[in-house]
């Protein structure tokens, strides 16, 4: 099948087309409230920039990973999926065969406003502060840590959800709670770092690093549940086991490689980007299907 880089489908209503994803309201059906659809596309951003090539099966690798995760901690903590299939809510032929194996069905929740990030190692924008501050997210951490260095224990480092177009920011724990309100932000705290050690020692069985990740969480009849993707090489970054080594920054099962013929290009990170060679594009799909893979156990096959 080709590649899926933008829906439009006719029997739900467009809500946002983010950089990668759809997201569709589905009207009431019967006792059923309204839910939405998200719908994870084969668009890949890279330096805030949606490229013009898709990466084939992307979107149905993130969907797969993020229904394996969410599934998996469902003991940890409750979650927006609706069971049932789509035919339930989509009577459109063309419109199922868009988002077949990419659409994940949910529950309309409050998106709580700051993102919930963990890191159980020193890489990326913490190595950055790291390098200038000896803190992480104002975290202050002991001297002599490398780039890639395992962290003495994992760091709850949320940031802020930016409208479309700006920056994430990282803030400290202290200013989450005064976004968040004191009692959610240290459930979100704990329940972060529940499921990143939930989530670290499965990767690990797997011999892969889960090296840093972002969950989302929102609101639900009063409770607050786990929302978004999870676990994903799109929101998360996992390294090789074998691969790992302090000092050097390990290759991860993403978009990395894109971003590295990115800046080897020349290219000034303005749109539009250049057009990725074939070989760039089905080298990208193969770490996401690997990652679906070592994570899952499975044989890609969708």
Same mark, same amino acid.
């Given at each position: 099948?080709?590649?899926?880089?933008?829906?439009?489908?006719? $029997?739900?209503?467009?809500?946002?087309?983010?950089?990668?994803?759809?997201?569709?309201?589905?009207?009431?059906?019967?006792?059923?409230?309204?839910?939405?659809?998200?719908?994870?596309? *084969?668009?890949?951003?890279?330096?805030?920039?949606?490229?013009?090539?898709?990466?084939?099966?992307?979107?149905?690798?993130?969907?797969?990973?993020?229904?394996?995760?969410?599934?998996?901690? !469902?003991?940890?903590?409750?979650?927006?999926?609706?069971? $049932?299939?789509?035919?339930?809510?989509?009577?459109?032929? =063309? *419109?199922?065969?868009?988002?077949?194996?990419?659409?994940?069905?949910?529950?309309?929740?409050?998106?709580?406003?700051?993102?919930?990030?963990?890191?159980?190692?020193?890489?990326?924008?913490?190595?950055?502060?790291?390098?200038?501050?000896?803190?992480?997210?104002?975290?202050?951490?002991?001297? $002599?840590?490398?780039?890639?260095?395992?962290?003495? #224990?994992?760091?709850?480092?949320?940031?802020?959800?930016?409208?479309?177009?700006?920056?994430?920011?990282?803030? =400290?724990?202290?200013?989450?709670?005064?976004?968040?309100?004191?009692?959610?932000?240290?459930?979100?705290? #704990?329940?972060?770092?529940?499921?990143?050690?939930?989530?670290?020692?499965?990767?690990?069985?797997?011999?892969?690093?889960?090296? *840093?990740?972002?969950?989302?969480? $929102?609101?639900?009849?009063?409770?607050?549940?786990?929302?978004?993707?999870?676990?994903?090489?799109? !929101?998360?970054?996992?390294?090789?086991?074998?691969?790992?080594?302090?000092? !050097?920054?390990?290759?991860?099962?993403?978009?990395?490689?894109?971003?590295?013929?990115?800046?080897?290009?020349?290219?000034?990170?303005?749109?539009?980007?250049?057009?990725?060679?074939?070989?760039?594009?089905? #080298?990208?799909?193969?770490?996401?299907?690997?990652?679906?893979?070592?994570?899952?156990?499975? #044989?890609?096959?969708?």
């Amino acid at each position: 099948m080709e590649p899926i880089f933008k829906t439009q489908l006719k $029997g739900a209503k467009l809500l946002n087309r983010g950089k990668v994803r759809d997201i569709y309201e589905l009207p009431a059906r019967g006792k059923a409230p309204k839910a939405l659809l998200l719908v994870a596309t *084969d668009r890949l951003s890279a330096f805030d920039v949606v490229l013009d090539d898709p990466i084939p099966d992307k979107g149905k690798v993130l969907t797969r990973i993020s229904d394996f995760w969410t599934r998996k901690f !469902s003991d940890l903590v409750p979650n927006h999926l609706l069971e $049932g299939g789509l035919e339930a809510w989509l009577d459109d032929p =063309s *419109d199922l065969a868009q988002v077949r194996d990419r659409a994940i069905l949910c529950r309309i929740c409050e998106p709580l406003p700051v993102e919930a990030i963990v890191r159980g190692y020193l890489v990326g924008s913490g190595w950055k502060e790291y390098q200038s501050r000896g803190t992480v997210c104002s975290i202050p951490l002991p001297q $002599g840590l490398k780039q890639a260095s395992r962290l003495p #224990r994992p760091l709850f480092t949320p940031s802020t959800k930016a409208e479309q177009g700006a920056h994430d920011e990282n803030i =400290s724990p202290e200013r989450a709670a005064e976004i968040l309100g004191r009692e959610t932000a240290q459930e979100v705290e #704990r329940l972060s770092l529940k499921l990143y050690e939930a989530g670290a020692a499965w990767a690990a069985s797997r011999g892969i690093i889960l090296a *840093d990740t972002k969950f989302e969480f $929102g609101r639900l009849d009063g409770r607050i549940v786990l929302i978004d993707e999870v676990l994903t090489p799109d !929101s998360s970054r996992f390294w090789p086991a074998d691969a790992w080594k302090e000092g !050097s920054n390990p290759p991860s099962f993403d978009k990395q490689y894109v971003r590295d013929w990115l800046e080897a290009s020349g290219w000034d990170k303005k749109a539009p980007a250049p057009r990725l060679p074939r070989e760039v594009i089905d #080298r990208t799909r193969s770490k996401y299907v690997e990652a679906y893979e070592r994570v899952t156990g499975e #044989r890609w096959n969708f």
